[in-house]
């Protein structure tokens, strides 16, 4: 069945960098571009950026600009968000989420990542 | 970016009831409007995509309306496995941005 798996729950440093990957199956991994969103304790849905697996394209939003990088690995069928300069703000369940085009709803998620940024 | 409003933030209601949420955009979205249900702990999931349209497998109680810059999700007759929250969605243009969400509960 099409299904996101992502890594595991991440306990960060302020000022360190985290690496958060979302492997795809059932489908084929390079015809959908794969969204990243965040969501702090409690709080709602903040879309961080999208990721053409076929061509690398990428579009981020203008929050996280400068502080994150988004990559694939076709050879796993695996996309891969890294977010640097943590603080504690950044606390947060993130979630990769597949769509068809940019303008197509998020059919398909991810469990979600819990990264937690304490000292 | 393009603001989406909900209303109302949260609501209570009892097994059986009709559900209306409303979601407002700061400016036309034509049809590009999803929503999703959230419940506690667990990813989103689609509902409706382009205001009206089914996701596959999602009861037919749920049902989706509006244009432009108004839209809403009606739940007839809830169930128990409804209570959560129900976000909405843009996709018109980048960034994709979502409503703050409405919590249904057990009244």
């Known amino acids: 069945q099409v299904q996101l798996v992502q890594s595991g729950a991440e306990v960060k440093n302020p000022g360190a960098s985290v690496k958060v990957s979302c492997k795809a199956s059932?489908?084929?991994?390079?015809?959908?571009?794969m969204h990243w969103v965040r969501q702090a304790p409690g709080q709602g849905l903040e879309w961080m950026g999208i990721?053409?697996?076929?061509?690398?394209?990428?579009n981020y939003a203008q929050k996280f600009r400068g502080r994150v990088t988004m990559t694939r690995d076709t050879s796993t069928s695996t996309v891969y968000m890294e977010l640097s300069s943590l603080r504690s703000e950044d606390t947060a369940v993130y979630f990769c989420?597949?769509?068809?085009?940019?303008?197509?709803?998020?059919?398909?998620w991810g469990q979600g990542t819990m990264v937690t940024v304490s000292s | 970016d393009i603001q989406m409003t909900q209303s109302p933030s949260s609501l209570s209601a009892s097994v059986g009831d009709t559900v209306t949420i409303t979601c407002r955009a700061s400016?036309?979205?034509?049809?590009?409007l999803n929503w999703y249900q959230q419940k506690p702990g667990k990813a989103p999931k689609l509902l409706i995509y382009d205001v009206y349209s089914l996701q596959s497998g999602v009861p037919s109680r749920f049902s989706g309306s509006g244009s432009g810059t108004d839209f809403t999700l009606t739940i007839s007759s809830l169930q128990p496995e409804d209570f959560a929250t129900y976000y909405c969605q843009q996709t018109y243009n980048t960034p994709p941005t979502f409503g703050q969400g409405t919590k249904v509960a057990i009244k």
């Open positions: 990721i053409h697996p076929s061509d690398g394209s990428i």
């Open positions: 059932g489908y084929t991994f390079t015809s959908y571009y």
């Open positions: 400016q036309s979205i034509s049809s590009y």
């Open positions: 989420a597949r769509g068809e085009s940019p303008f197509h709803a998020f059919d398909i």
